[in-house]
Nanobody, 120 residues
Framework: QVHVVESGGGLVQAGGSLSLSCAASGSIFSLNAMGWYRQAPGKARELVARVTSGHSTNYADDVKGRFTISRLNAQNMVYLQMNSLKPEDTAVYYC??????????????WGQGTQVTVSS
């Protein structure tokens, strides 16, 4: 099995910064991509940012220029630096990891989520 555990998050005022970390562990043969998603109350879960093992990134339009995703392959870690936070960034943030246990079996796992609250 593969597990991901998030850390970070919390309460911050609008305009402030927070950082999130996520560590993947377990039977990892390959870790193709790691990403951050968020879900606000009453809304669907949405992509925030994603990074591949080759460090290719993509971001949701509303976080571009404010959030930065980075990855430390050697430690199976992914980070999300969030700057210029807005109240609409308030959500539960989830870490996701996709890859393979071996040459044939894929995994797609989620963390339990961490709350980010931005006050106005």
């Amino acid at each position: 099995q593969v597990h991901v555990v998030e850390s970070g998050g919390g309460l911050v005022q609008a305009g402030g910064s927070l950082s999130l970390s996520c560590a993947a562990s377990g039977s990892i043969f390959s870790l193709n991509a790691m990403g951050w998603y968020r879900q606000a109350p009453g809304k669907a879960r949405e992509l925030v940012a994603r990074v591949t093992s080759g460090h290719s990134t993509n971001y949701a339009d509303d976080v571009k220029g404010r959030f930065t995703i980075s990855r430390l392959n050697a430690q199976n870690m992914v980070y999300l630096q969030m700057n210029s936070l807005k109240p609409e960034d308030t959500a539960v943030y989830y870490c996701n990891a996709v890859g393979y246990f071996n040459h044939y079996q894929a995994y797609d796992v989620w963390g339990q989520g961490t709350q980010v609250t931005v006050s106005s």
